[in-house]
């Protein structure tokens, strides 16, 4: 395989995943075989089982018009959306030179921010607690 266009654009991972989805379904009449089969099965059962899969095109537009405020990179926006964080840290590792950038405020209203348009992350991050608590 030969990369024509190697920054063309980058995709989140509900839009890898929504990709790959209509390739499974077109394939069936195709009946593509070898790598390319596996590599789509592997890469969608893992996005699957990551926040992407309950994300949709209008929570993902609501929350970068809410993230506009903050000055965030398009990379930190892309790693925001890709694997939305719940704690302070979290947010400090995907946002470069955060602790100069961002207040503590700032940084609070970005976890509500991710709370807001993907609730469903929190519930997944509690769900892990309590089984760990267990």
Known sequence: MEVINSNSAQ??????LKHLQQLKDGRKKDKRQGQLATITY???RYLENTPCNQQTPETITACLKA???????KNEKLMIINSPPT?????????EESEERLTEEQVNEILKIVVLHFPHVQKVEENEDETEEA
Do not use: C, D, K, R
Request: hydrophobic share 50%; net charge negative; proline share 4%.
């Open 67 to 73: 993230l506009e405020p903050f000055n965030l990179s």
């Open 42 to 44: 592997e890469t969608l």
């Open 87 to 95: 704690t302070a840290l979290e947010i400090q590792l995907m946002i």
């Open 11 to 16: 995709l989140s991972n509900y839009e890898v």
